[in-house]
């Protein structure tokens, strides 16, 4: 149990376009889900915290025009990113507490993204 | 001063090796995990201890509140332990996690 989707696992985008991942929790509700970046070789970096209904609450110096947090329903939130530069290549991935489970956090497999 | 702190940085062993991971942490926390990150950069929660020790498999997880220690330990490793395990604490309420830097583990055949 406890399963978050995260898609695309992989996209390739111009620059100047923007890409949209996904994070679905499968079964369970999650008012809370968070978005990390991870440069090769070096540890997660949370970008922001996403919460349903309201703003996603951004770490210092991550850009909120540059990455669109969305969060509509208990089940589905989205971060788009915005008029991609190659230095915005990089793997995203998503997380989520679904509490009461044993294993604590949940993660998506990850989307790699690369800006040519 | 990193509030998590992870030993070894890198650790490479031959199969059937017990493996030994650790982490110290310099902050209250409500709960501390032990992730695995593969190749691929998939993540998966292996363990989350508030206190004690829990097993799973050849994966033993060990926390210590008092000197804010936590280890990691794998019996009769294989080649397919070889990833990244990271240890992360929780700090506060909000649920986000504070990630040490992570410990690279290779097992060779």
């Known amino acids: 149990g406890a399963v978050v989707s995260q898609h695309p696992s992989r996209v390739i985008c111009k620059s100047g376009t923007s890409v949209k991942i996904e994070c679905r929790s499968l079964?369970?509700?999650?008012?809370?889900m968070f978005w990390y970046r991870q440069f090769p070789k070096q540890s997660l970096m949370l970008m922001a915290t996403?919460?349903?209904?309201?703003?996603?609450?951004?770490e210092q110096g991550v850009e909120k025009d540059k990455f669109l947090i969305n969060h509509a329903s208990l089940t589905l939130s989205t971060l788009t990113v915005t008029s991609a530069h190659p230095e915005d290549s990089s793997f995203y991935i998503c997380?989520?507490?679904?509490?009461?489970?044993?294993?604590?956090?949940?993660f998506g497999s990850g989307t790699r993204l690369t800006v040519v | 001063k990193n509030e998590v702190e992870q030993s070894p940085q890198n650790l490479t062993a031959q199969e059937g090796e017990f493996i030994t991971i650790n982490c110290s942490y310099s902050?209250?926390?409500?709960?501390l995990h032990w992730l695995q990150q593969h190749p691929g950069g998939g993540i998966v929660s292996l363990f989350m201890?508030?206190?004690?020790?829990k097993k799973h498999g050849r994966l033993i997880a060990t926390i210590n509140i008092q000197e804010k220690h936590s280890s990691l330990h794998i019996t009769a490793s294989h080649p397919r332990d070889s990833a990244v395990y990271i240890c992360?604490?929780?700090?506060?309420?909000?649920?986000?996690?504070?990630w040490g830097a992570g410990t690279k583990l290779i097992i060779k055949p």
């Open positions: 997380s989520a507490y679904p509490g009461g489970w044993n294993y604590g956090y949940t």
């Open positions: 079964d369970f509700q999650a008012t809370t």
């Open positions: 996403s919460n349903e209904g309201s703003k996603a609450t951004y």
């Open positions: 902050v209250g926390i409500s709960a």
């Open positions: 201890l508030s206190s004690g020790k």
């Open positions: 992360a604490v929780m700090k506060d309420s909000n649920y986000q996690l504070i």
